[in-house]
């Protein structure tokens, strides 16, 4: 079926790019500051390497990694450079057996790995944590949450009678999701996570990975792999979704040869070599098929309006090339046909699968960017069940600054202050009231706990503060617990409770001067 619509533009369609299949291979040691600076690594000088299917390098005799060359081989290569891997059967760039480094002569025979704007993980953390909660805020706060035919996350509300959908396309707030999913296996809060549209974490997480990456590169299994060591997943104490696989590792660390213990995030079976550790995750055994996958999206269906078809889209193709100005229309069919052929793609599970998924979001994305569709011809994503409310908002109270409170307070101290201050995201208004309580350590209630600040059609985008006088005298050295908790008139109206609640601590000195947190 086709959807036609005619009309002229000034630039032909760029083709279709042809699709690569995974390669094992991924980034040489982490060149940069040492581990403890809290600095972020270098991305330079990170080479692909001879992996397994888990993604583990391959090793020598003395336990050295192993390059792959590149491809083509540069002019300044030597033929003498390429010896067989181990094992045997994979070309590999010869190294210094003493250093574990490239060998003398040969540094220009190894490819670097490409990270493009994922190059962004060397931020700080607190980046990728800004963009994680922009990105769960839009998950809370729309009424339903769906997947476009890429696999990325789709928000949508109704708004004035009017049906609104955005996709997460932020390469930033893909990345974090793709950290936060492969840190915990939920976004959101522990106890109230986000349902999501897919229930296969690994999934949703690829599909935020494929959607961060350059749409013209290749997501490969080395940046896969080195993502998450920089990312700081691959700690052997860092809790991680995924169980690891640890093995030892001679490699240059700021100047000296040693062995070292690295860690892999496990996305396959247990490693039949290797140190596999388990702790509470289960092994994922993760398996993919490009068709199966795409078979499924968009999730639920929608294209085309009027009859909406599993595994299908919709694309501007040429309609005729012949004439001038060219004349295009809109192509509405199966995904798979359209953007991969009869490919089926790494048939493989494990890291390779998994790559493979990232990497056909990714392009799948490249497809429909290089080909969109006119303004206001979509066909719009539909509303989903929402809650029988015609008013919808997220109120918060922030970690940083939605409960303020002395940190040391002097017993018998009079005129003390703490600060509460509630936000809303909308898209509604809100109204509601806050309330505080704060008690000593032996359970005694502070003078005049617990306090309730009422509002009333709080704007959405906005917040409101209040600032309240309190007294001690409790006659001895303890600490005060305080809560704040935002409550909504409307139960359902609030689309995210998970952000409501706040906890700070104040120590009760008998003698001494105070301060603020």
Not at 265 to 291: I, K
Request: glycine share 10%.
């Amino acid at each position: 079926m086709k959807r036609t619509l005619i009309f002229t533009v000034a630039a032909a369609l760029m083709g279709m790019l042809a699709y690569s299949g995974v390669g094992f291979a991924a980034k040489g040691g982490i060149q940069g500051p040492p581990p403890d600076s809290g600095e972020p690594p270098d991305l330079g000088d990170i080479i692909v390497l001879y992996r397994d299917a888990w993604g583990l390098p391959n090793l020598t005799a003395d336990l050295c990694q192993q390059a792959i060359p590149a491809d083509p081989l540069p002019d300044t290569c030597p033929a003498t450079c390429l010896v067989d891997g181990l094992p045997s059967g994979v070309s590999v760039v010869e190294v210094n057996t003493d250093t574990c480094g490239i060998a003398l002569g040969c540094e220009t025979c190894t490819q670097e790995v490409d990270f493009g704007r994922t190059s962004v993980i060397r931020s700080p953390v607190s980046v990728i944590e800004q963009s994680l909660a922009e990105a769960v805020t839009k998950l809370a706060t729309a009424q339903c949450t769906s997947l476009d035919p890429a696999g990325r996350l789709v928000n949508t509300s109704e708004i004035d009678d009017v049906v609104l959908s955005a996709t997460i396309d932020s390469p930033l707030e893909n990345l974090a999701i793709y950290w936060q999913l492969m840190r915990t296996g939920y976004l959101g809060a522990e106890t109230m996570p986000i349902d999501l549209p897919d229930l296969n974490v690994l999934n949703t997480a690829a599909r935020g990975l494929g959607a961060a990456a350059d749409k013209t590169g290749k997501v490969t299994v080395d940046q896969v792999v080195y993502t998450n060591e920089i990312m700081g997943l691959t700690g052997e104490s860092v809790q991680t979704y995924l169980p690891k696989i640890c093995m030892n590792v001679r490699e240059e660390v700021q100047g000296v040869v040693q062995t070292v213990r690295k860690c892999f995030l496990n996305y396959g079976v247990a490693h039949p070599v290797h140190e596999n550790l388990l702790g509470n995750s289960e092994y994922a055994n993760y398996q993919y098929s490009r068709t199966v996958n795409f078979a499924a999206l968009p999730d639920p269906a929608y294209i085309p309006d009027d009859d909406p078809t599993e595994g299908w889209f919709e694309y501007l193709g040429v309609w005729d090339d012949t004439v001038i100005p060219v004349l295009f229309y809109i192509v509405q069919g199966p995904i798979m046909d359209n953007v991969f052929g009869t490919d089926p793609g790494f048939l493989g599970g494990n890291v390779g699968g998994f790559t493979q998924a990232a990497d056909d979001t990714r392009e799948v994305i490249e497809f429909t960017h290089d080909r969109p569709l006119p303004l206001d011809h979509e066909t719009p994503v539909p509303l989903c069940d929402v809650p029988d409310t015609d008013i919808v908002y997220d109120l918060s109270l922030s970690e940083e600054s939605g409960l303020q409170v002395p940190k040391q307070i002097v017993d018998g101290s009079e005129g003390r202050e703490f600060t509460v201050t509630v936000a809303n995201a909308g898209p509604g208004v809100a109204s509601g009231y806050v309330l505080v309580t704060a008690e000593a350590a032996n359970g005694v209630p502070i003078v005049g706990s617990p306090w309730t600040f009422a509002f009333e059609e709080l704007a959405a985008g906005s917040s409101e503060s209040w600032v309240t006088f309190f007294s001690i005298d409790l006659g001895e050295r303890t600490t005060i617990d305080w809560q704040a908790t935002a409550v909504p008139d409307c139960a359902d109206c609030d689309l995210n409770s998970a952000n409501n609640t706040v906890t700070a601590t104040s120590n009760v000195r008998v003698t001494g001067g105070g301060g603020r947190n």
